[in-house]
């Protein structure tokens, strides 16, 4: 046997199997011989189809046999159901002795493009995709069974379901284990020459390399055509698209009986939203499409489905704006999904001069080699496969099965639960659903099975208890669906989907206010003093800014480092890609070398003493005002304001300010979106709730240091001793849900590129995360926001226009210090809603 080819298609009804064999017989001796070749088909050990043909075979050549046969009522094969039958081909001589016999695991489907679709057993499909390279970081391009296995595994784990095979064909074993365990596989021809360029330049328009192309293309379609995860076939990657790729085209069609559709991602003739593509690809594949383009398309009736081959470029702090993606996705049927870039960190295990292991990228491999820097570090996961917050997103946008609250009344809720899924009935997960104040669940409910078939929603209605509301208190609908048995590769009760909904069961807190002591104000050469038994608080009068915060035997602040301004984040990877660190430079200078202006302080009442600090931002012509409450029980109300710039044109990094406490102040406590860090456009799978931590763990470690950590919609967060002594930050007045916020013990420039204002070519330098070390405090930042980390990609698109925080309108946003004396997180929760605004 030479080769095979097997044909495993469905009827049009996508009922029946329909089975054609083709087998190549080489005869390498001088005469002819009789042959005779058979075909058996197994499910488990169940014969199901069977068929054998003899032929004569002439001396020294090749005749190809055509073996066929139709199957009742067969198993398709999906991505969500991945049944494969067990073929054995036989080939026998004239006497019946075996000659040769073998066997491979095959599936039926029926993959086509229908009315602009891309089809699978009749069903239009949704890609959730990565693109993916072959890499260890222990073997570098070389992966073991085991490795791959883990990679389906956490693919599988974290709703994806199909891969692109980026940039050239995988082992063989690979496409094996995605037939068996379910994934679509995009295989994709070794063929790439950008470097020439897209026009005549290219070689695609030079027929001395057609051969070296189609070669290339044929061998792929030959070698893999018989898997039935692989669905389509890409022709290669950004290597223009002359009279060349229009033989490739031909080639790979001529080469699969199967007819698999084919694309090509080079097919933009002009420009997209004129679409001009060219004809040789089945579909609309282009690069780094924006949420926007995602939507125009999907507005549009065409031909050929649209399916991003690269897309959201996960280049260390990024993926922001992936919900967006994902709600256009799921409103167009022509929308049908895409491949992010890319999978993993191509990071390899190298030990450091400190002895420590680290993953190595660029040119820490030695002087003067060839290096892209840090532009191989854009997977969705970390070289060794752990997650990165990203990762979470990913798994949430791709969620298939989605929540939606339509009404509730004090003693009902009325639910739809839709069906995203193409091939899987919701009676394959258990639901569960709860209500949750505080961090705590206060109502169970009983959720019915659900049995919703595939693209199909169900309602549900849910009664309940009506529950005795708390005043100042926040109520969150929590749904989840769990698998109800274990598959190869995800055990029972994995959770697939969840969501949270807040839900409009709140009552505003009556709270008399507190008796407090009086304060003393002492006014010092440079300094002013608010005081009494409890309570010491000091300002730095030439600086605008408070230099000691004591109550009782607590104090709080690391080295006189009070609350300040705070307008810039360490440069993300994006952001250096869209040019932040140039364009939005000024907004650092002016932080840097702000000036107080302005320093006075007036008596309220016996016990609260206003402070007011103006700064002064030169380099962007505004000012930054805070406004200090200063109360006798030791609380601080502070409020911020950011006035409009009269000459920056460029968005502001970020509106806050950051203060250091002391080391002890290890343990976080807060009440936000969590538990990994979340950012504006980012945050679709961190849920409000309580959550605790140390300070030293809100850092997540990218390769190349760089903005990390953040939290967003806090009410309120607590930093506190052991001892459970601490300070409390409690949201106020702000047009937001609540304030964003970082706590952890490193500055932002420990992983900004500069202390500086000249960043130099950053990417081809070598700094990784090990070398950034915790420091002696905590540093605090309580801000209005910050802007996107973007998604789109890391050479030139900035976060999406809603996700900027423009320079020509005034920012204002308060929040409450509050001194903690316990670890009894009940009363915080109290203390928190005294003070909390609504």
Same mark, same amino acid.
């Given at each position: 046997?030479?080769?095979?080819?097997?044909?495993?298609?469905?009827?049009?009804?996508?009922?029946?199997? =329909?089975?054609?064999?083709?087998?190549?017989?080489?005869?390498?001796?001088?005469?002819?011989?009789?042959?005779?070749?058979?075909?058996?088909?197994?499910?488990?050990?169940?014969?199901?189809?069977?068929?054998?043909?003899?032929?004569?075979?002439?001396?020294?050549?090749?005749?190809?046999? %055509?073996?066929?046969?139709?199957?009742?009522?067969?198993?398709?094969?999906? /991505?969500?159901?991945?049944?494969? !039958?067990?073929?054995?081909?036989?080939?026998?001589?004239?006497?019946?002795?075996?000659?040769?016999?073998?066997?491979?695991?095959?599936?039926?489907?029926?993959?086509?493009?229908?009315?602009?679709? *891309?089809?699978?057993?009749?069903?239009?499909?949704?890609?959730?995709?990565?693109?993916?390279?072959?890499?260890?970081?222990?073997?570098?391009?070389?992966?073991?069974?085991?490795?791959?296995?883990?990679?389906?595994?956490?693919?599988?784990?974290?709703?994806?379901?199909?891969?692109?095979?980026?940039?050239?064909?995988?082992?063989?074993?690979?496409?094996?284990?995605?037939?068996?365990?379910?994934?679509?596989?995009?295989?994709?021809?070794?063929?790439?020459?950008?470097?020439?360029?897209?026009?005549?330049?290219?070689?695609?328009?030079?027929?001395?390399?057609?051969?070296?192309?189609?070669?290339?293309?044929?061998?792929?379609?030959?070698?893999?055509?018989?898997?039935?995860?692989?669905?389509?076939?890409?022709?290669?990657? =950004?290597?223009?698209?002359?009279?060349?790729?229009?033989?490739?085209?031909?080639? #790979?069609? @001529?080469?699969?009986?199967?007819?698999?559709?084919?694309?090509?991602?080079?097919?933009?003739?002009?420009?997209?939203?004129?679409?001009?593509?060219?004809?040789?690809?089945?579909?609309?594949?282009?690069?780094?499409?924006?949420?926007?383009?995602?939507?125009?398309?999907?507005?549009?009736?065409?031909?050929?489905?649209?399916?991003?081959?690269?897309?959201?470029?996960?280049?260390?702090?990024?993926?922001?704006?992936?919900?967006?993606?994902?709600?256009?996705?799921?409103?167009?049927?022509?929308?049908?999904?895409?491949?992010?870039?890319?999978?993993?960190?191509?990071?390899?295990?190298?030990?450091?001069?400190?002895?420590?292991?680290?993953?190595? !990228?660029?040119?820490?491999?030695?002087?003067?080699?060839?290096?892209?820097?840090?532009?191989?570090?854009?997977?969705?996961?970390?070289?060794?496969?752990?997650?990165?917050?990203?990762?979470?997103?990913?798994?949430? @946008?791709?969620?298939?099965?989605?929540?939606?609250?339509?009404?509730?009344?004090?003693?009902?809720?009325? *639910?739809?639960?839709?069906?995203?899924?193409?091939?899987?009935?919701? =009676?394959?997960?258990?639901?569960?659903?709860?209500?949750?104040?505080?961090?705590?669940?206060?109502?169970?409910?009983?959720?019915?099975?659900?049995?919703?078939?595939?693209?199909?929603? +169900?309602?549900?209605?849910?009664?309940?208890?009506?529950?005795?509301?708390?005043?100042?208190?926040?109520?969150?609908?929590? *749904?989840?669906?769990?698998?109800?048995?274990?598959?190869?590769?995800?055990?029972?009760?994995?959770?697939?989907?969840?969501?949270?909904?807040?839900?409009?069961?709140?009552? #505003?807190?009556?709270?008399?206010?507190?008796?407090?002591?009086?304060?003393?104000?002492?006014?010092?050469?440079?300094?002013?003093?608010?005081?009494?038994?409890?309570?010491?608080?000091?300002?730095?009068?030439?600086?605008?800014?408070?230099?000691?915060?004591?109550?009782?035997?607590?104090?709080?602040? %690391?080295?006189?480092?009070?609350?300040?301004?705070?307008?810039?984040?360490?440069?993300?990877?994006?952001?250096?890609?869209?040019?932040? %660190?140039?364009?939005?430079?000024?907004?650092?200078? /002016?932080?840097?070398? #702000?000036?107080?202006?302005?320093?006075?302080?007036?008596?309220?009442?016996?016990?609260?003493?206003?402070?007011? /600090?103006? !700064?002064?931002?030169?380099?962007?012509?505004? #000012?930054?005002?805070?406004?200090?409450?200063?109360?006798?029980?030791?609380?601080?109300?502070?409020?911020?304001?950011?006035? @409009?710039?009269? @000459?920056?044109?460029?968005?502001?990094?970020?509106?806050?300010?950051?203060?250091?406490?002391?080391?002890?102040?290890?343990?976080?406590?807060?009440?936000?979106?969590?538990?990994?860090?979340?950012?504006?456009?980012?945050?679709?799978?961190?849920?409000?709730?309580?959550?605790?931590?140390?300070?030293?763990? +809100?850092?997540?470690?990218?390769?190349?240091?760089?903005?990390?950590?953040?939290?967003?919609?806090?009410?309120?967060?607590?930093?506190?001793?052991?001892?459970?002594?601490?300070?409390?930050?409690?949201?106020?007045?702000?047009?937001? =849900?609540?304030?964003?916020?970082?706590?952890?013990?490193?500055?932002? /420039?420990?992983?900004?590129?500069?202390?500086?204002?000249?960043?130099?070519?950053?990417?081809?330098?070598?700094?990784?995360?090990?070398?950034?070390?915790?420091?002696?405090?905590?540093?605090?930042?309580?801000?209005?926001?910050?802007?996107?980390?973007?998604?789109?990609?890391?050479?030139?698109?900035?976060?999406?226009?809603?996700?900027?925080?423009?320079?020509?309108?005034?920012?204002?946003?308060?929040?409450?210090?509050?001194?903690?004396?316990?670890?009894?997180?009940?009363?915080?929760?109290? *203390?928190?809603?005294?003070?909390?605004?609504?």
């Amino acid at each position: 046997m030479a080769d095979y080819e097997v044909v495993t298609t469905l009827d049009k009804g996508c009922e029946n199997g =329909e089975f054609s064999l083709f087998v190549d017989v080489q005869n390498h001796l001088a005469k002819s011989e009789r042959m005779e070749a058979e075909y058996t088909i197994l499910d488990g050990v169940k014969e199901l189809a069977k068929g054998s043909e003899r032929l004569i075979v002439a001396g020294n050549s090749k005749t190809t046999m %055509h073996l066929s046969a139709n199957i009742p009522q067969v198993r398709p094969w999906s /991505a969500e159901a991945p049944h494969l !039958y067990t073929l054995l081909i036989t080939l026998r001589d004239k006497k019946g002795k075996v000659l040769e016999s073998t066997s491979s695991r095959i599936g039926f489907r029926r993959v086509e493009i229908v009315r602009g679709q *891309l089809l699978v057993n009749g069903v239009p499909i949704t890609i959730k995709g990565v693109n993916i390279h072959e890499h260890s970081p222990q073997t570098g391009q070389y992966l073991t069974e085991e490795q791959m296995l883990e990679d389906i595994q956490r693919m599988k784990e974290y709703n994806i379901n199909a891969v692109r095979l980026s940039h050239y064909p995988f082992p063989e074993r690979w496409y094996e284990l995605c037939d068996e365990h379910g994934l679509y596989v995009l295989d994709e021809a070794n063929i790439e020459s950008h470097g020439f360029g897209y026009g005549a330049a290219s070689p695609s328009f030079n027929e001395n390399w057609e051969l070296a192309h189609v070669d290339r293309i044929e061998r792929m379609v030959k070698r893999s055509r018989n898997h039935a995860s692989v669905i389509f076939w890409s022709l290669g990657n =950004e290597a223009g698209n002359g009279p060349i790729f229009y033989a490739g085209y031909h080639a #790979a069609k @001529a080469a699969d009986r199967t007819k698999r559709p084919v694309q090509y991602e080079r097919t933009e003739i002009g420009g997209r939203l004129a679409l001009e593509f060219d004809w040789n690809t089945d579909i609309i594949v282009p690069q780094y499409p924006d949420p926007y383009t995602f939507s125009w398309f999907g507005q549009q009736v065409l031909d050929r489905p649209f399916i991003a081959s690269e897309y959201a470029h996960a280049m260390g702090n990024s993926m922001g704006n992936f919900q967006d993606y994902w709600d256009e996705i799921n409103k167009y049927r022509q929308l049908q999904g895409g491949f992010i870039w890319d999978w993993v960190d191509q990071g390899l295990y190298k030990t450091n001069e400190a002895g420590q292991q680290i993953f190595a !990228y660029g040119g820490n491999f030695g002087d003067n080699m060839p290096s892209d820097g840090n532009f191989l570090l854009n997977g969705i996961v970390f070289p060794d496969r752990s997650v990165k917050p990203a990762t979470h997103e990913v798994k949430k @946008a791709h969620e298939s099965v989605r929540f939606k609250l339509l009404k509730t009344t004090r003693g009902s809720l009325r *639910l739809l639960v839709e069906n995203l899924y193409d091939f899987t009935t919701l =009676e394959a997960f258990d639901f569960k659903g709860y209500v949750k104040a505080d961090g705590q669940v206060v109502l169970t409910l009983d959720l019915p099975s659900l049995k919703a078939q595939p693209h199909v929603g +169900q309602i549900v209605e849910v009664d309940f208890t009506p529950l005795q509301l708390l005043p100042g208190t926040e109520y969150f609908l929590h *749904l989840e669906a769990t698998t109800r048995a274990a598959s190869s590769m995800l055990k029972a009760g994995h959770m697939v989907a969840h969501e949270q909904i807040k839900l409009n069961w709140q009552s #505003a807190p009556e709270y008399a206010s507190p008796q407090v002591a009086d304060l003393n104000v002492k006014v010092g050469e440079g300094t002013l003093t608010l005081s009494n038994a409890q309570v010491r608080v000091v300002f730095d009068t030439a600086k605008g800014q408070m230099v000691t915060y004591q109550v009782g035997q607590t104090d709080y602040l %690391h080295a006189g480092n009070g609350p300040q301004p705070d307008l810039w984040r360490a440069v993300t990877d994006n952001d250096f890609g869209n040019g932040m %660190h140039v364009n939005s430079i000024d907004w650092k200078k /002016a932080m840097h070398q #702000a000036t107080c202006d302005l320093f006075e302080h007036q008596r309220i009442s016996k016990d609260v003493v206003e402070v007011r /600090a103006n !700064y002064h931002l030169k380099e962007t012509a505004n #000012a930054y005002t805070i406004t200090y409450m200063v109360y006798g029980d030791g609380r601080i109300g502070v409020m911020n304001h950011l006035s @409009a710039s009269a @000459a920056e044109t460029a968005d502001i990094p970020r509106v806050g300010m950051n203060f250091l406490l002391k080391k002890e102040f290890q343990n976080l406590t807060w009440f936000g979106r969590g538990p990994w860090e979340n950012y504006m456009d980012r945050k679709a799978s961190s849920f409000i709730d309580l959550y605790q931590g140390k300070v030293i763990d +809100q850092m997540v470690p990218y390769i190349r240091p760089q903005e990390n950590g953040n939290k967003t919609d806090v009410r309120w967060a607590v930093l506190s001793n052991d001892q459970g002594k601490g300070l409390m930050v409690v949201n106020r007045q702000s047009d937001r =849900e609540g304030f964003e916020m970082t706590a952890m013990p490193y500055l932002t /420039a420990d992983f900004d590129a500069r202390e500086g204002y000249d960043y130099g070519p950053v990417h081809l330098e070598q700094k990784n995360m090990a070398d950034v070390q915790p420091r002696d405090f905590v540093r605090w930042n309580i801000d209005y926001g910050q802007r996107g980390v973007a998604g789109v990609n890391s050479w030139g698109a900035g976060p999406l226009n809603k996700n900027l925080l423009k320079p020509d309108r005034d920012y204002r946003y308060g929040f409450m210090l509050v001194p903690v004396q316990t670890n009894d997180i009940g009363q915080w929760i109290d *203390l928190a809603k005294r003070y909390l605004y609504f």
